[in-house]
C-alpha cells in the first residue's frame, strides 16, 4: 500500500501475511495494529482516532496508537507492528520482535490481581496457558 492511500485520521483493514493488521494515519504518521479489538475481537478498522488514540467502537476502549497500549483496565494492550516506508511504499512487520509473550501475560495477571479485576485474571492465566507456561509459574505471579 502506498502512503497516499492512507489519508489524515483514517483506518484501513489490510491483510500482511496472514494477519488482519488496522493502518492508521494520526498526525502524520503511519501506525499499524492488529485489526482485532484485545478486549471482545470487534474490527478495529471501524474505529475513529482522536490525538494519537485510536477508540474501538464496540465497548469504547481506548489504545496509544504508538505502542498499542490500553488505557482502560477491562482491555489488554493491542499488538502494534513497526512500520517501514520506502519510496512512498508502507511495509509492515507482523512478525513479533522476539519478545517472550509470557512476560507481557504475566504482568497482566499481575495487574488484575493488585486491582482484583477477574477478567484480567482470567484471560491472563488462559494466555499463560496457551503459550505453555507452566502452572508453578502462573502460580508465583500471585503469590508474589
Given at each position: 500500500m502506498r502512503v497516499e492511500d492512507i489519508p489524515e485520521g483514517s483506518i484501513i483493514a489490510v491483510n500482511v501475511e496472514g494477519h488482519?493488521?488496522?493502518?492508521?494515519?494520526?498526525?502524520?504518521?503511519?501506525?499499524?495494529?492488529?485489526?482485532?479489538?484485545?478486549?471482545?475481537?470487534?474490527?478495529?478498522?471501524?474505529?475513529?482516532?482522536?490525538?494519537?488514540?485510536?477508540?474501538?467502537?464496540?465497548?469504547?476502549?481506548?489504545?496509544?496508537?504508538?505502542?498499542?497500549?490500553?488505557?482502560?483496565?477491562?482491555?489488554?494492550?493491542?499488538?502494534?507492528?513497526?512500520v517501514q516506508i520506502h519510496d512512498g511504499q508502507v511495509y509492515v512487520n507482523v512478525h513479533p520482535n522476539g519478545d517472550d509473550p509470557t512476560v507481557r501475560w504475566k504482568r497482566?495477571?499481575?495487574?488484575?490481581?493488585?486491582?482484583?479485576?477477574?477478567?484480567?485474571?482470567?484471560?491472563?492465566v488462559i494466555a499463560l496457558r496457551a503459550y505453555r507456561a507452566a502452572a508453578d509459574d502462573i502460580v508465583e505471579v500471585g503469590a508474589l
Open positions: 488482519s493488521v488496522a493502518l492508521t494515519c494520526s498526525e502524520g504518521q503511519i501506525r499499524a495494529v492488529d485489526n482485532r479489538c484485545p478486549h471482545m475481537g470487534y474490527p478495529l478498522s471501524q474505529g475513529t482516532i482522536h490525538n494519537g488514540i485510536l477508540i474501538c467502537h464496540w465497548h469504547h476502549a481506548r489504545f496509544d496508537l504508538e505502542s498499542g497500549c490500553t488505557f482502560d483496565p477491562f482491555a489488554d494492550d493491542v499488538q502494534s507492528y513497526p497482566r495477571l499481575n495487574e488484575g490481581l493488585e486491582q482484583n479485576i477477574n477478567l484480567i485474571i482470567a484471560k491472563a
